[in-house]
């Protein structure tokens, strides 16, 4: 379950107004991107880009690093919408694994615990995939290089993990083998 298009913009701005930042164009650049990829890859456009737009929702309460992931989890079970949350959840761990988190441990461990169980729990399918590999792309004015983006999260954070690095790469191919296209095509980069 998930959000009309029109519901999830106004979560969104929403959201906006509880913690402003780039975060929110950030999210738009990866609707926007999950978008095109989705119609050319003989999936939900209309899913892919709410599932885009929200899965950053979690900023909504605050500038936490992991504590994003937990309280969009939470926001979005708490309002019925189960897709997004998983999605909420996933989008940081292309390789299901919590110890790769790029960024600041800041949960309780009872937030803790909740990522650990549902990230376990979850059924990862090409939507999941799909907002990592937008999530590897979306810059706050645009799209960027996915190399550029993860460089640059890599020097905001202080590292980042090889292998989740590699599978973002990995992401990228198996998305442009599904369309028959290259990435920055699909998404209009210029």
Known sequence: ???????????????????????????RTAAHCAEAIAAKSGMDPEKAYVLGLLHDIGRKFGKRHLGHVSDGYSYMMSLGY???????LTHSFNENDISKYVGNFDTTEE???????????????????????????????GVMDQIARMTDVKIRYGGYDQKKWDTNIKLRKYFEEKMGEDLYLAVGKE
């Open 111 to 141: 937030e803790t615990a909740l990522i650990k169980d549902q990230l376990n729990a979850a059924l990862i399918d090409d939507y999941d995939r799909l907002i990592q590999l937008c999530d590897s792309i979306a810059g706050a004015e």
């Open 82 to 88: 189960d897709d997004a949350a998983r999605i909420c």
């Open 1 to 27: 379950m998930y959000p009309t298009r029109e519901e999830a913009e106004n979560l969104l701005k929403e959201a906006e107004k509880c913690n402003p930042g780039p975060w929110g164009n950030h999210s």
